[in-house]
């Protein structure tokens, strides 16, 4: 600031030799802009450097930077604090930091033994810490608040002051970024035919294949106990996601989703719904409710068992043959309550073509399936979302269902 006021005192005295003037004249031409940007991102919990800026440092050799912060959303180590790109390998670069982290500000003396050339980049760089509770897409500023450069020698424009001006940086808090994007979802038996995961609805031991499908990369895993999958660490992209379809199981319709996952995201209920046992798993198989509850663990292995048992005995073709023969017996004994079905259940026809979609609950193989569903309910009968498999029988239980599976 003081310099053009020094420059113009050296103008005013011709009688100063002429090459002190020459070089106040080169002073004088001397400016900088220094900037932090103002487009950063960071997640919480990430590392983001964070770097001073200048765009042409031609003639610095020693900086002064002064900087606010938000202490509730970052932090910040004097010791990491590192010189930036315009000082190259930065051999006989020194820093200094001195970091007030009370009061969330740093002052910042880099400098080398020789003049800098006409370069752009980065003074310093600080790599700030972002907090664990910082809000996604809340932003924090970084007050740029005073810059000196060779004590003032070199004027900055624009001067960057306290408080708000066109040098102060910004960072946005965004999502996790890249590879830490992830895929999850359930694969269900909705017998209370409400489109949701509910109790006792999960199948696991269900194959889900991810395929990548601009990469070709293929993932595989099973739903677990809970009917849930998970797929962790992904790139964004287009991904296919693909259930084998359980055997026992009445299929909805829809085994393959396609889905674009972006950067900084994850895509939940990701599911695949059924429509419920098929009958002839049903019956012999889970009336020892009494002592299974639904949901219970030694439910779930039940179930486990009867998807292994269909998968190991029944092709596709004759399972579904015997379920378009017993799909009438099973609506014919079931108790009919409640469904909202409009279409008789004795109806063996899928004439309509329509496709099978969730909300396809009025056509002809949606009411079978839903008095397929209440024919499941009644036979396990309750309490629903009992754990307690810690009973003395469950061995014989097990006993029971081998002889009945098997
Ligand atoms: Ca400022
Ligand atoms: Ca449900
Ligand atoms: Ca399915």
Do not use: C
């Amino acid at each position: 600031m003081n310099n053009p006021e020094r420059l113009r005192q050296t103008l005013m005295k011709p009688f100063r030799s002429r090459r002190l003037s020459i070089q106040s004249l080169e002073g004088r031409r001397l400016l900088a802009a220094v900037n932090v940007p103002d487009d950063l991102t960071s997640a919480p919990d990430a590392i983001v450097s964070v770097p001073v800026n200048i765009d042409s440092a031609t003639g610095v050799r020693a900086a002064e930077i002064r900087l606010s912060y938000d202490t509730s959303v970052l932090d910040l180590d004097a010791d990491d604090i590192d010189f930036g790109s315009v000082w190259g390998t930065g051999n006989d670069t020194q820093v200094t930091a001195n970091v007030d982290d009370a009061a969330g500000t740093v002052v910042i003396f880099v400098s080398a033994s020789s003049e800098l050339t006409d370069v752009s980049g980065s003074l310093v760089e600080l790599p700030f810490s972002v907090a664990s509770d910082a809000v996604l897409d809340s932003t924090t500023v970084l007050d740029l608040t005073l810059v000196t450069l060779n004590e003032g020698q070199i004027s900055v424009d624009p001067a960057p002051v306290s408080g708000s001006d066109s040098t102060d940086g910004l960072i946005t808090i965004t999502a996790a970024a890249t590879g830490d994007d992830s895929i999850s979802g359930f694969v269900y038996a909705d017998a209370n035919n409400d489109n949701a995961v509910g109790t006792g609805e999960a199948i696991p031991g269900v194959t889900i294949t991810l395929t990548n499908t601009s990469t070709g990369a293929e993932l595989q895993t099973t739903t677990d106990s809970d009917g849930s999958y998970e797929f962790t660490d992904l790139a964004p992209g287009e991904y296919e996601i693909v259930q084998s379809q359980p055997v026992a199981y009445l299929d909805s319709g829809v085994n393959e989703l396609t889905v674009t996952l972006v950067e900084g995201t994850t895509l939940d209920d990701q599911n695949f719904r059924e429509l419920g046992l098929l009958p002839q798993y049903i019956f012999n198989r889970l009336h020892t409710s009494s002592v299974l509850p639904v949901g219970s663990d030694t439910w779930k292995d039940a179930i486990t068992d009867i998807n292994a048992f269909a998968e190991s005995t029944a092709s596709a073709s004759s399972a579904s043959s015997v379920a378009a023969g017993s799909s009438v017996v099973a609506a014919s004994t079931s108790s009919s309550s409640g469904t909202e079905s409009t279409t008789p259940a004795t109806s063996d026809s899928t004439a309509s073509g329509e496709p099978l979609v969730d909300e396809a609950s009025t056509s002809p193989i949606a009411s079978t399936a839903s008095s397929v569903a209440a024919a499941q309910t009644a036979a396990m009968g309750s309490p629903v979302g009992s754990s307690d498999d810690d009973s003395d029988e469950t061995a014989a239980v097990d006993e029971v269902f081998a002889s009945n599976l098997f």
